[in-house]
């Protein structure tokens, strides 16, 4: 569970094992092999797909939204149709006009915009359209 595979996704849950074969011990090798067969749950993210999410972290370049196995960044750029402020004494980001307020802990919804599995696993996210954004 949570490892992240390049075809699958990241593997959320085991929900089934079906069968444990005969282990083997292989030489030079100090743990033993068993051969199963097993259900899993898993989440692959997608470019366009809608996600909810909770901030989990406020930077001064934007949120970070934990969604399925993965946190994904929404720039300060892509946060809402605003110019906005990063108030680093309460971790907030703040509507200049509007006076929105995204903190820790908030619910939102974000549009996936990028995804990359290659060195490091990164997903980037948008709540820059209708009904994106806190669901507060």
Do not use: C
Not at 16 to 45: A, R
Not at 73 to 94: A, P
Not at 96 to 124: M, P, W, Y
Request: charged content about 25%; hydrophobic content about 40%.
């Amino acid at each position: 569970e949570s490892k992240i595979d390049n075809l699958i996704g990241v593997i959320l849950a085991v929900v089934e094992v079906d069968s444990i074969g005969e282990g083997k011990i292989l030489p030079g090798d100090p743990s033993v092999h068993y051969p199963v067969k097993f259900k899993i749950l898993t989440w692959m993210p997608k470019n366009h797909e809608i996600v909810e999410g909770e901030i989990v972290d406020i930077t001064e370049f934007g949120a970070f939204i934990r969604v399925g196995g993965f946190d994904g960044l929404v720039h300060i750029s892509q946060v809402m149709d605003d110019f906005v402020n990063y108030d680093e004494k309460n971790s907030q980001l703040v509507g200049k006009q509007s006076h929105r307020i995204l903190k820790e802990g908030d619910k939102a919804r974000a549009r996936v915009i990028s995804i990359s599995f290659k060195e490091t696993n990164k997903i980037g996210l948008t709540m820059r359209q209708p009904f994106l954004g806190s669901l507060k």
